[in-house]
């Protein structure tokens, strides 16, 4: 569909249908032609005993800073969902969270495990700077 690396990418980022989430992924608000704030959201369900939840974990998340844009966005995703999650974020984001009702539920750390190690090292997608084998290659590496 798309030849282009960066549109692939935001294709699956925003665009491309998911089963489990019906809805857009990818918000703007707006004043007439002018920007104001952008987020867009990964869905993720999580299940409790027989309670099943629908998390949002927000993303992307830029806003003018003369506006409450941003903030505007997370309660319009709070009102999608059964909760949100934010997992690192810039450091202005993590100063922001708790003035919004966010609290530190803990530290996660996660690990990635390539089917195919030596591929990624072999000159494929990594070698050429984009693709989900270089995505895999940070997170893989990431300490």
Known sequence: MFDNPDLHHLNWKYWQPRADWPRPRSFVLAEG???IAHA???PA???WDS???T???TIDWVARSDSVGGVT???Y???LSDGLISIGGAEKTQRILPHLGFRLAGIATGYARPLAPLRLLQGGAASRGGGAESDRIRVSTAS
């Open 33 to 35: 032609a002018e920007l």
């Open 40 to 42: 867009a959201v990964i």
């Open 45 to 47: 369900m999580c299940a």
């Open 51 to 53: 309670r099943r939840v």
């Open 55 to 57: 998390m949002l974990q």
């Open 73 to 75: 966005l997370l309660k």
């Open 77 to 79: 995703f709070a009102r």
